[in-house]
């Protein structure tokens, strides 16, 4: 099992920055890839930015592109995400994953281990 906590969020200005953290622990050398998604009311849980675990190469959503950048540092089993230009339309719970065996988790489906969810509040 890999155990994900997630850290960072909060309320921001439109325009504001803001950065995630998300620590594994347990089974992390499992992971293949990491990610996160991000869920507003009423609507599902999207992909927003995923990293491969040892390669680091990195793939985002077109709404984040430019905006967000997703990183790694192995060495502490930590996940990233530096969020800058922040929009009123970024609220949402923002969820970390990991993979066992895809390269890049791009859809909800590929993980296997999810963190309990952050709230990541844009004020216009």
């Known amino acids: 099992q890999v155990q994900l906590v997630e850290s960072g969020g909060g309320l921001v200005q439109a325009g504001g920055s803001l950065r995630l953290s998300c620590e594994a622990s347990?089974?992390?050398?499992?992971?293949?890839?990491m990610g996160w998604f991000r869920q507003a009311p009423g609507k599902e849980r999207e992909f927003v930015a995923t990293?491969?675990?040892?390669?680091?190469?990195?793939t985002y959503a077109d709404s984040v592109k430019g905006r967000f950048t997703i990183s790694r540092d192995n060495a502490k089993n930590t996940l990233y995400l530096q969020m800058n230009s922040l929009k009123p339309e970024d609220t949402a719970v923002y969820y970390c994953?990991?993979?066992?065996?895809?390269?890049?988790?791009?859809?909800?489906?590929?993980?296997?281990?999810w963190g309990q969810g952050i709230q990541v509040t844009v004020s216009s």
């Open positions: 990293i491969n675990w040892s390669g680091g190469a990195t």
């Open positions: 994953a990991a993979a066992r065996w895809y390269t890049f988790i791009l859809a909800t489906r590929q993980s296997n281990y």
């Open positions: 347990g089974r992390t050398f499992d992971i293949a890839s």
